[in-house]
């Protein structure tokens, strides 16, 4: 048996708080979660809770930061290629993906949305979201095709909240959405 070092016992702490803290937001709700319930689901004392995070923001922007780092990524490479069709369904396929990568957070933001827009993090969903309808946006097309743009970003979304209970695989789902946002943004493409 290995030994692990302190840093990767650390990281796991960290990742076990992350998930249990969602855990517990999801069946209670951000504002009836305290850092003390979360410690007693980790059975761990409050002061070790306190030695990753001091408060349940630090909690969410952890994980904010942890599962958007792909969408931040993405944003970066989208913004040095050129805007053609095929880099607008490469974006949609890589947000599509790193969503279904960070599904709980995701359901958690939109169920919670009131709390998200009083959080530090609230603002910085809004601005990605800016940024990729105007990565996405055609620029000089008629109204309606820039309408099927952004509708194309938000079909990965209402894939993600709005069918979770549907029966089936949840990424039968996505690919679903992902097909028909795709379609969107091909007929914007139409000339």
Same mark, same amino acid.
């Given at each position: ?71 931040? =990524? ?5 913004? =040095? ?97 992902? =097909? ?12």
């Amino acid at each position: 048996m290995t030994s692990s070092s302190p840093q990767q016992r650390r990281g796991n702490t960290r990742q076990r708080i992350q998930d249990v803290a969602v855990e517990l937001f999801a069946e209670q709700g951000y504002e009836k979660t305290s850092l003390r319930e979360i410690a007693e689901r980790l059975e761990v004392t409050k002061a070790a809770l306190y030695y990753h995070f001091k408060t349940k923001e630090d909690i969410i922007i952890s994980l904010f930061e942890d599962v958007t780092r792909p969408i931040d =990524e993405l944003i970066a490479w989208a913004q =040095e290629q050129p805007r053609t069709l095929e880099t607008k369904r490469e974006v949609l396929r890589r947000y599509s993906e790193a969503m279904a990568a960070g599904a709980s957070l995701y359901r958690f933001m939109q169920e919670n949305q009131a709390t998200m827009r009083e959080l530090s993090i609230g603002e910085t969903v809004k601005k990605r979201l800016f940024t990729l309808v105007e990565l996405l946006r055609t620029e000089d097309g008629p109204l309606t095709d820039q309408v099927r743009c952004v509708s194309a970003l938000f079909t990965l979304h209402a894939g993600m909240m709005f069918l979770q209970h549907v029966e089936g695989n949840p990424e039968e789902t996505r690919q679903a959405a992902l =097909e028909v946002a795709t379609d969107l943004i091909t007929q914007a493409h139409r000339q």
